[in-house]
């Protein structure tokens, strides 16, 4: 069902890669309520070529940035305001990568050049996309900006290595920035800290399905899918969140304040 939420609100979406991503199910959920969108992604992304069905549902162009670029971003942002004919209301980003993972190294060998790039696209780039809006006054008073993080930023899970402290790192540009643009703006900027999901970039952490069914075992409501994602973060993107700013929301089922649940114990039971 559609409440019509976002009528009148544009929206930028950036990490749709393919259909199980929360970008994709977000992007569908924030079209089903009246916005009007700008999809991007990675030109390398761009090329698989998935993305422009989405764009074709949710009719709104693609445009191609890598999200450590900054050029790219500025002409992203320029080119957006011009096909709304006007400022943007809201922004997903949905966006990690951990390179040290995708090769396999551990994160008691890490490779340091690897880590940069890992911290760069995954944390920094929320700086860079909040800096290219604040340059350009590229935002309405009371837009709304909300990226993807993971409990791994307060919690140790050991294979989920580096992405752990980029996702912190996340976290906290999140308050730093929030602070300065709450200020001068209103906008509000808050991580959405997701159960672990089914998608291209929560398969590559290793273990991962051990990982998945532990989460659900831990949560009282079980695991949040990419549904139940796409439609918190419509409830951030709305008037109807308007004070709520620099948090870390966790969006998992109650996993956060679990210390054990009676299935987790009664399994380790002899
Ligand atoms: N899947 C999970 O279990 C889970 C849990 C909590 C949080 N998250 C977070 O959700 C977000 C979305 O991930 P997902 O699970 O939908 O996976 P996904 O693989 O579908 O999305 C990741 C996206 O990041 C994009 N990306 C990578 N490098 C980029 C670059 N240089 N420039 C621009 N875009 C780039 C990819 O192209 C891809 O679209 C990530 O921040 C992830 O850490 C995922």
Redesign the pocket.
Known sequence: MAYNLLQGKNGII?????E?????RTALKCHEEGARLVLT??PV?LRMGEINKLAEAVNAPVIG????NMDDLKKLFEDAMKHFGGKIDFILH????SLNVRKGKSYTELDYGFNQKTLD??AM?LHRVLRTAWDLDALNEWGSVV????IAAQRVFPHYSE?ADA?ALLESVTRSFGYHYAVKKKVRVNTV??????????SGVKGFDGFITYAEKMSPLGNAT?DDCAAYCVTLFSDLTRMVTMQNLFHDGGFSLMGVTEEVLNALEK
């Open positions: 950036f990490g749709a890669l393919d199980k991503s929360i970008a994709w992604n990675a992304a940035a890598d999200v450590t949905s966006i990690g990568m696209i995954s780039s990226a993807l993080t993971y992405m996702k800290s997701q159960s672990p999901t089914r998608t291209t970039a929560g990419s």
